[in-house]
């Protein structure tokens, strides 16, 4: 069965931290590129980085360059995303998927980062 599984969010203050987890099954992540993802209350779903199939190249949307930091280890069929100086706009469900359309598989339940104090 096909499943992409985050985990990692949860409350934390402004300028803090949190690491997210996407961990898939069903098939291997090495092929592709992969995305994070977030959804914020009442807005559209966007993508916010990147990371390429062997994990060398990564982007980022302007939002959350220089504060996040993707990353995979492809041994463990996950992908990461470090999230550094957290502000209240980050607060979001966080999901992970392809890239790109063509490669997304169902989306998982996601987790929820809250940024607040």
């Known amino acids: 069965q096909v499943q992409l599984v985050e985990s990692g969010g949860g409350l934390v203050q402004p300028g803090g931290s949190l690491r997210l987890s996407c961990t898939a099954s069903?098939?291997?992540?090495?092929?592709?590129?992969m995305g994070w993802y977030r959804q914020p209350p009442g807005k559209e779903r966007e993508l916010v980085a990147v990371?390429?199939?062997?994990?060398?190249?990564?982007n980022y949307a302007d939002s959350v360059k220089g504060r996040f930091t993707i990353s995979r280890d492809n041994a463990k069929n996950t992908v990461y995303l470090q999230m550094n100086s957290l502000n209240p706009e980050d607060t979001a469900v966080y999901y992970c998927?392809?890239?790109?359309?063509?490669?997304?598989?169902?989306w998982g339940q996601g987790t929820l980062v809250t940024v607040s104090s």
């Open positions: 990371i390429s199939s062997g994990g060398r190249g990564t």
């Open positions: 998927n392809g890239d790109r359309v063509q490669f997304w598989r169902p």
């Open positions: 069903g098939f291997s992540v090495s092929s592709y590129a």
